[in-house]
């Protein structure tokens, strides 16, 4: 089934431990996205890639970094996560980079930073 | 960047009466717009778009959403809720170039429907 995979699907975290969210799309997109999800503020951009090779800082960066060395996969890594760090993560995904065709997210997963 | 607000964060509503929830956006550009809808503890699901082509858009489960230049609005209504239409919804903007047309969401608008 064509589509995104998130994994894992939720994770208790301590704080200062380093974590990567995995996402893989098979639906050979370009542009990927990863957003976190806060109740109040909707979901926020935090980092995106335009096409493999490349990738931009979104609204909320700070604390995040991700690498898109092939089209499928766009892994989102905490280098040292914090509290406020606890959200519901969700990767996307576009066909275009250049406008705004229609987007697939995946599932999400579950942060919870103690 | 553009942006979009919500104006009702909650609305309340009666089964098989009309809903309405308001989106008001932000842009320099010619804005692609979509409403996107949440069921509890589950992924986006996209509603609609409106990407210039005709201002009023027809999505799926008998939504639909009418885009405003003049009033900068892309209110999304159904002439009769249903108990299933209970959800978080989400007026989105597509970003400028610069951010790879990433989504920009509205704080969202939790719809209750009622008996």
């Known amino acids: 089934i064509a589509g995104i995979t998130q994994a894992p699907t939720s994770q208790i975290l301590a704080a200062g431990r380093r974590m990567t969210l995995r996402c893989t799309q098979d639906?050979?997109?370009?542009?990927m996205y990863w957003y976190r999800q806060d109740l109040g503020l909707g979901l926020r951009l935090i980092h995106y890639?335009?096409?493999?090779?490349?990738?931009g800082k979104g609204e909320v960066p700070d604390g995040y970094s991700v690498s898109r060395a092939n089209t499928d996969d766009f892994p989102l890594t905490l280098a040292s996560a914090v509290p406020s760090q606890t959200s519901v993560y969700f990767c996307?995904?576009?066909?275009?980079?250049?406008?705004?065709?229609?987007?697939?997210f995946g599932s999400g997963t579950r942060l919870t930073v103690v | 960047a553009q942006s979009v607000t919500q104006l009702d964060s909650h609305v309340s509503v009666s089964e098989g009466t009309p809903v309405l929830l308001r989106c008001n956006y932000s842009s320099s550009y010619s804005p692609s717009l979509f409403w996107y809808v949440q069921h509890p503890n589950k992924g986006l699901q996209l509603l609609l778009k409106?990407?210039?082509?005709?201002?009023l858009v027809k999505g799926i489960n008998g939504f639909e959403a009418e885009f405003k230049k003049s009033e900068t609005s892309f209110h999304l209504t159904k002439p009769s809720a249903h108990m299933s239409d209970a959800a978080e919804y989400f007026c989105?903007?597509?970003?400028?170039?610069?951010?790879?047309?990433?989504?920009?969401f509205g704080k969202g608008t939790s719809l209750l429907v009622t008996p």
């Open positions: 409106y990407t210039s082509a005709a201002t």
């Open positions: 890639s335009n096409t493999a090779g490349t990738t």
């Open positions: 996307a995904s576009s066909d275009s980079a250049f406008k705004a065709a229609g987007y697939t």
């Open positions: 989105v903007v597509s970003d400028p170039p610069y951010s790879g047309y990433a989504l920009n």
């Open positions: 639906m050979r997109h370009n542009a």
